[in-house]
């Protein structure tokens, strides 16, 4: 009976049991999605942004250890580079003995003499022409825009362009505000930078001679500053498709307003290569000392809205500030590549053309009608003129302007009598008396 016993356990081994049942896993797994969703709600729907203050200093505090960083990495390069052993230049090519031979040479020293600026010294410029200039280009972008639907398609096609991702839907522009108000300009001072473009050490007067030899140039800095409402409002999709595609839909209406920005401005111009064949390039960047304050709303949902969810507020403005950092707040820059400013023919406008382009523009049969009016109207005005003087300050005139327009003839001022070698057939070179 013993070993049936053993046998059976040798075959069909003892099952333990579980420590909870079904039912008791099940309660905890549900309980356990509850607190997560519990969580989600209250930390990303319900939680409370940190100030705007806070915030700023917080991207000001590593904004500023970015530039610090990659200035010493820009100091270490350079100082590798002086004790590396110097390489020969290569030969230039022989230049052209047409020009001067020997022209001055262009340095930092001369420009600054040549146009009465001392830099320790000088005081900062205010630049009211400057933003009058700029505010009128504004205003007419902004009109321009009014009448025209070309930034709206542009700012379309860029949002659904390659980059979106297959969760979002297509986004559709509802609302597009340029603002009323214009960005200022103002404290303009110019600084002599290295060819990295970092500054001098602050509290010693400035060395030309010392900054040419180090490659430095000029660079300008203005303060900007900027409030107004520049409002851009979009609604798209956000699609769920998993486990399968379209599973669930939740609608997104997102707008986003700049409020305010202010910061410096840097502007140089790096000089054309004529071996390389490049042109003359603008070259500009935001200190790292920037503010831009945003105004986001949001609106989640069909029926249920969300409205104002601040991570989601959090999210937009840390990409736009990304955004902004890897373009053109230093160390990054922009360039732009500028035109010849040597005067052409094609680029001359005003005169005989000013009437070709209204042919151009509204017709040949009607710019040619145009064009004679005007002409009829010119002509009318210059008999008004010429008989409303007195007869012989009148003749005077007419005899002035005949002798303008009548070209000399060429019997009056050659006689054909005989001719000479080397001359052309028939014609003499005695002059009438």
Known sequence: MAETSQMAQDVCPAVSEPALSFTQGLILGQLSVVLLLAAFIKFFIFGEAPSPEVTASIRATERRTRTLAHKQSLLSI????????????????????????????????????????????????????????????????????????????????????????????????????????????????IIPVDEDGLTFEPGRPFDAAKAMREGARLQARMDVDLSDMITMAVETKLLMNFPKRL?????????????????????????????????????????????????????????????????????VESRLHRWLDERCVEPRFQEIALPSMWPRKKNTRGGEETIADVEKSMGKAKGAEIAKEVREEARKEIEAETSGASTGHADEIHDTVRYRRQRPRLDDVFSVTSSMPGSLPSINLDVAT
């Open 247 to 315: 599973s669930a839909v939740l609608p997104v209406a997102l707008a986003v307003s700049v409020v305010r920005f202010s910061g410096t401005l840097s502007i140089s111009f790096i000089p054309s290569d004529p071996s390389k064949n490049d042109a003359t390039k603008m070259k500009f960047t935001f200190l790292d000392d920037y503010r831009l304050d945003f105004s986001i709303r949001s609106l989640l949902g069909s029926r249920s809205r969300l409205q104002d969810v601040p991570k989601i507020a959090q999210l």
């Open 78 to 189: 350079r100082t590798q580079n002086q004790r590396a052993p110097s390489v020969q230049p290569p030969l230039n090519k022989k230049k052209s003995s047409i020009l001067r031979s020997n022209p001055p040479p262009l340095t930092i020293s001369s420009i600054l003499d040549k146009t009465y600026y001392k830099v320790d010294s000088h005081q900062p410029e205010s630049l009211d022409w400057f933003n009058v200039l700029v505010a009128q280009t504004i205003a007419q972008f902004r009109s321009d825009a009014q009448h025209d639907d070309a930034i709206l398609t542009s700012l379309t096609k860029a949002l659904n362009g390659t980059s979106r991702p297959d969760f979002v839907d297509e986004i559709r522009v509802t609302e597009l505000s340029l603002g009323e108000d214009f960005p200022i300009f103002s404290n303009c001072r």
